[in-house]
C-alpha cells in the first residue's frame, strides 16, 4: 500500500520564527510527492523532516509573495543536483510567470531536469494525467493567487472471498477486469459481481484568502483541506486589512464544505502558542489538526 501522509516543512507567514519555518507542505500520495508553496529554507526542512527531495514529482505555487515562494529555486536546483529523471510539474498563477522565471533561473547552474510549466489562467480543470486530476480556482487576495483540489483517480476493487468462491484465480482475473465478464463452468460471471469501484479521494488546499465561496467550492467533500488561518478571531480586523483568514473562519469553511480533515497552517509571527488556533476552530469543527513544522499527518483511506 503506498503511502499517504502530509509533511508540513513549515506553517509560519510572512515572517518565520524560532519555532516555525515559512510555509511548505508535501503531500505524500500514490508514490508522488506534491509540494506546496516552498517558502525560504524549505530544502533544509526537508533533511530535518527526514523525507529525500526526490520525492517531489510537482510543486505548487499558489501566489508569487514570497513565503509562498522563495524556496522554489533552491528546490530545482537540489533536483538538478540529485539528478532526478522524472518530470517536475509545476503549477502557478500564469500572471507570475515572469517571477517563477527569476526563480527557476535566478542563479548560475547547468540544468538537466526536465521542468513542465502549467501557468493557470483560468479556473477549472489544469491538468488529468491518469494519476491526478488537478483542479484549481482564484481565491480573493491581493494578488492572483490559486486554490487547489488534487483527485486521485477511481480504483477497481476485488472481493478475494469471492473470487475464490467462484474459482476466478490468476489469469481469469485479469481477462475479467479487460473484458468486462468471463464464462466460467458454464457460468456468466461479471465484473460487478465480484468487485467495486472505490472513489478517488480529494485534498484541498487554500492558502492567502479572506474568506469566499471559491474556498468552499474548491474543498467540497475533501478528504483534508489544508487551509490558512493566519489570525485568531481577535484579530479579524487585521485579517480584514490584509486579506487574510482567522481560525474561526476556517473552520467554517471546511464545515460548509463537508470537509473529513481540516489542517490549519500560516500563521502569524504574533502567536508563540498555537493552543487558541485549536480551540477556536475545534469548536466549530472538531476534526482540526494544527500544522507543526515537521508534523506529519497520516491520510487514512
Known amino acids: 500500500m503506498s503511502l499517504r501522509e502530509l509533511v508540513i516543512l513549515g506553517c509560519s507567514s510572512q515572517q518565520p520564527t524560532r519555532k516555525r519555518n515559512h510555509g511548505a507542505y508535501l503531500f505524500r500520495i500514490n508514490e508522488e510527492g506534491l509540494l506546496f508553496d516552498p517558502g525560504e529554507g524549505t530544502q533544509r526542512q526537508f533533511i530535518f523532516a527526514d523525507v529525500a527531495p526526490p520525492t517531489v514529482t510537482r510543486m505548487f505555487v499558489s501566489h508569487f509573495h514570497g513565503d509562498h515562494c522563495l524556496g522554489v529555486g533552491s528546490m530545482l536546483m537540489r533536483l538538478n543536483l540529485d539528478k532526478v529523471k522524472h518530470p517536475i510539474h509545476c503549477y502557478f498563477p500564469a500572471s507570475g510567470k515572469k517571477y517563477f522565471d527569476r526563480l527557476r533561473y535566478g542563479c548560475i547552474y547547468h540544468e538537466t531536469i526536465q521542468v513542465v ?26 494578488t492572483d493567487n490559486v486554490g487547489w483540489r488534487i483527485i486521485e483517480p477511481d480504483t477497481r476493487k476485488f472481493d478475494k472471498e469471492k473470487l475464490k468462491k ?24 461479471s465484473l460487478e459481481d465480484v468487485s467495486w469501484v472505490r472513489k478517488g479521494d480529494a485534498f484541498a488546499v487554500v492558502l492567502d484568502t479572506k474568506p469566499c465561496e471559491e474556498a468552499v467550492a474548491i474543498a467540497q ?23 487574510h483568514m482567522t ?31 485549536e480551540k477556536e476552530a475545534k469548536a466549530i469543527f472538531p476534526n482540526t489538526f494544527i500544522a507543526q513544522d515537521l508534523k506529519k499527518i497520516h491520510i487514512p483511506r
Open 117 to 142: 510549466e502549467h501557468p493557470v489562467k483560468t479556473a477549472g480543470v489544469v491538468d488529468d494525467d491518469g494519476y491526478f486530476r488537478i483542479e484549481s480556482t482564484f481565491l480573493q487576495h491581493s
Open 166 to 189: 467462484l474459482g476466478v484465480m490468476g489469469p481469469l482475473v485479469k481477462k475479467l477486469e479487460k473484458d468486462h465478464s468471463i464464462t466460467l463452468h458454464g457460468k456468466t460471471i
Open 221 to 243: 467533500n475533501a478528504k483534508l483541506l489544508l487551509i490558512e488561518s493566519t489570525y485568531l478571531d481577535s484579530e479579524r480586523h487585521l485579517a480584514r486589512k490584509y486579506m
Open 247 to 277: 481560525a474561526k473562519q476556517a473552520a467554517t469553511i471546511a464545515k460548509k464544505a463537508g470537509v473529513e480533515m481540516l489542517v490549519l497552517t500560516h500563521f502569524s509571527a504574533r502567536y508563540a502558542d498555537l493552543k487558541e488556533f
